[in-house]
């Protein structure tokens, strides 16, 4: 069974930091590109970051230089380092991959920034 399980969420004031963790089981993690979407009230999910299997990244041009996407493929984990973060940070944070051509989802783990 494919699953995905999100943490690491929870209010932080501006220009704090949080690092997302997202534990997989059920597939053979080191194979699969991961990504960390999010999706804040009345909006649509975006994608915020990019980790493929060969460990290239890619960043939305709204967290580049303050969010870092890694992998750690011993821990079927993947992290998102989250720094200097602003108010319009605020959302449910997903980690997201394909697997035999179907999106897999976690319950998602939301993030506050606020003072």
């Known amino acids: 069974q494919v699953q995905f399980v999100e943490s690491g969420g929870g209010l932080v004031q501006p220009g704090g930091s949080l690092r997302l963790a997202c534990i997989t089981s059920?597939?053979?993690?080191?194979?699969?590109?991961m990504n960390w979407y999010r999706q804040a009230p009345g909006l649509q999910r975006e994608l915020v970051a990019t980790?493929?299997?060969?460990?290239?990244?890619n960043y939305a041009d709204s967290v580049k230089g303050r969010f870092t996407i890694s992998r750690d493929n011993a821990k079927n984990t993947v992290y998102l380092q989250m720094n200097s973060l602003k108010p319009e940070d605020t959302a449910v944070y997903y980690c997201?991959?394909?697997?035999?051509?179907?999106?897999?989802w976690g319950q998602g783990t939301q993030v506050t920034v606020s003072s």
């Open positions: 980790i493929t299997r060969s460990l290239s990244t």
């Open positions: 997201n991959a394909k697997i035999w051509g179907y999106d897999r």
């Open positions: 059920g597939i053979s993690f080191s194979i699969y590109d």
